[in-house]
T-cell receptor, first 114, second 115 residues
Framework: AQSVSQHNHHVILSEAASLELGCNYSYGGTVNLFWYVQYPGQHLQLLLKYFSGDPLVKGIKGFEAEFIKSKFSFNLRKPSVQWSDTAEYFCAVNARGGFQKLVFGTGTRLLVSP | DAGVTQSPTHLIKTRGQQVTLRCSPKSGHDTVSWYQQALGQGPQFIFQYYEEEERQRGNFPDRFSGHQFPNYSSELNVNALLLGDSALYLC??????????????FGPGTRLTVT
């Protein structure tokens, strides 16, 4: 069975600080990887996705993530956070060629102070 | 281009009652998945509907059932509600023709409170 671990449950940063959120997954086959964001009062939105190819993927709002297959990791990064990045971030995985079922981590709540 | 819509926004029910939640997929999508998001947790997969049939199911009891209509919209039904069913219920739509290599678009959710 697939599982996703997000090690940081709460992160507090000042504006302009750099961000890295950890995500590790467990699955024996080939996977697709996603980062979703949930801003306060809004619905889940896709930040970025990895299906294949270049392991460094860029998403919206300056976010990027790197897939390291040997470490089963897909960490999210942003060089300089803004107050508007305050949100909850979810890493998710599904099996390539499967029925699209997404398995989510428990989420990381990010608070950026101005 | 309409996104995923869900109704109602909020719902309060009593233990033992039954509830029906509704979802309309994003225009052009034909597959609907339902997730339960408990407070402080990530969404958990309940089941997925395609061509009006349940195609895959997560670890949820038979009290959770669903339906998909010919226009691709979907309902989630929960019978004999328990306090533990209190959660945000999310609907996500996608296009099955792309297999798993296509992202799911999420609706705003229905907040269910069971008292």
């Amino acid at each position: 069975a697939q599982s996703v671990s997000q090690h940081n449950h709460h992160v507090i940063l000042s504006e302009a600080a750099s961000l890295e959120l950890g995500c590790n997954y467990s699955y024996g086959g080939t996977v697709n990887l996603f980062w979703y964001v949930q801003y306060p009062g809004q619905h889940l939105q896709l930040l970025l996705k990895y299906f294949s190819g270049d392991p460094l993927v860029k998403g919206i709002k300056g976010f990027e993530a790197e897939f390291i297959k040997s470490k089963f990791s897909f960490n999210l990064r942003k060089p300089s956070v803004q107050w508007s990045d305050t949100a909850e971030y979810f890493c998710a995985v599904n099996a390539r060629g499967g029925f699209q079922k997404l398995v989510f981590g428990t989420g990381t709540r990010l608070l950026v102070s101005p | 281009d309409a996104g995923v819509t869900q109704s109602p926004t909020h719902l309060i029910k009593t233990r033992g009652q039954q509830v029906t939640l509704r979802c309309s997929p994003k225009s052009g999508h034909d597959t609907v998945s339902w997730y339960q998001q408990a407070l402080g947790q990530g969404p958990q997969f309940i089941f997925q509907y395609y061509e009006e049939e349940e195609r895959q199911r997560g670890n949820f009891p038979d009290r959770f059932s669903g339906h998909q209509f010919p226009n691709y919209s979907s309902e989630l039904n929960v019978n004999a509600l328990l306090l533990g069913d209190s959660a945000l219920y999310l609907c996500a739509s996608s296009l099955v023709g792309r297999g798993s290599d296509y992202e799911q678009y999420f609706g705003p959710g229905t907040r269910l409170t069971v008292t």
